[in-house]
């Protein structure tokens, strides 16, 4: 119940295209969903992320999709672009401990 | 130095060595996080220090041992590895204050390849 699935392992999209990353969770206590954008040789950094009391949050090109009803949320990034190119991890959090619960990621390659 | 930095960028230690690894944050929060980062798996959380008290400690392997003297650095100290333990091991911080939404400040990593 604590797992946090995400899918796919990896993308490719084309430059200009739409890319969408889906997550699935059990645990209806999580409150706070981040998506986090590592890049090869770096620490992952937060992108951008969601309260469940919303549907939709849209920062530039990345929209997370919130649905609570089936437990799922998702990234689209629009307009891709080669520099999109990177490891995109989902995760949720409760707020009673520390601990994020991280999605096992997807590698996206922006196609130019 | 700004964000969260780690050293060594690279490590390779045979089974037999003790090695450590080094983490200071430069951004005032009050917790801090080691994370192991293998392929294709989700990030494991292994140890979590609040106002430099361990307050995680996710069933993790005697063979790490971390160390929090304040709340600015971390260490991971490292000794009769496994194989198994080459991964990007990831550094974070945070502030757990009145957002209380964790968002987590993590370093470049240390990769490790344990011989």
């Known amino acids: 119940q604590q797992q946090v699935k995400q899918s796919p392992q990896s993308l490719i999209v084309q430059k200009g295209g739409i890319s969408i990353i889906n997550c699935a969770y059990e645990n209806t206590a999580f409150d706070y969903f981040p998506w986090y954008q590592q890049f090869p040789g770096k620490g992952p950094a937060l992108l951008i992320a969601i309260r469940p009391d919303v549907s939709e949050k849209k920062e530039g090109r990345f929209t997370i999709s919130f649905n609570k009803s089936a437990k799922q949320f998702s990234l689209h990034i629009m307009d891709s672009q080669p520099g999109d190119s990177a490891t995109y991890f989902c995760?949720?959090?409760?707020?009673?401990?520390?601990?994020?619960?991280w999605g096992a990621g997807t590698k996206l390659i922006i196609k130019p | 130095e700004t964000g969260v930095t780690q050293t060594p960028r690279h490590l390779v230690m045979g089974m037999t060595n003790k090695k450590s690894l080094k983490c200071e944050q430069h951004l005032g929060h009050n917790a801090m996080y080691w994370y192991k980062q293998s392929a294709k798996k989700p990030l494991e959380l292994m140890f979590v220090?609040?106002?430099?008290?361990?307050?995680e400690n996710n069933s993790v392997p005697s063979r790490f041992s971390p160390e929090c003297p304040n709340s600015s650095h971390l260490f991971l100290h490292l000794h009769t590895l496994q194989p198994e333990d080459s991964a990007l091991y990831l550094c974070?911080?945070?502030?757990?204050?009145?957002?209380?939404?964790?968002?987590?400040?993590f370093g470049p990593g240390t990769r490790l390849t344990v011989l």
């Open positions: 974070a911080s945070s502030n757990t204050g009145s957002e209380g939404h964790n968002e987590q400040f």
């Open positions: 220090y609040s106002l430099e008290e361990r307050v």
């Open positions: 995760a949720a959090y409760t707020g009673s401990n520390y601990q994020l619960i």
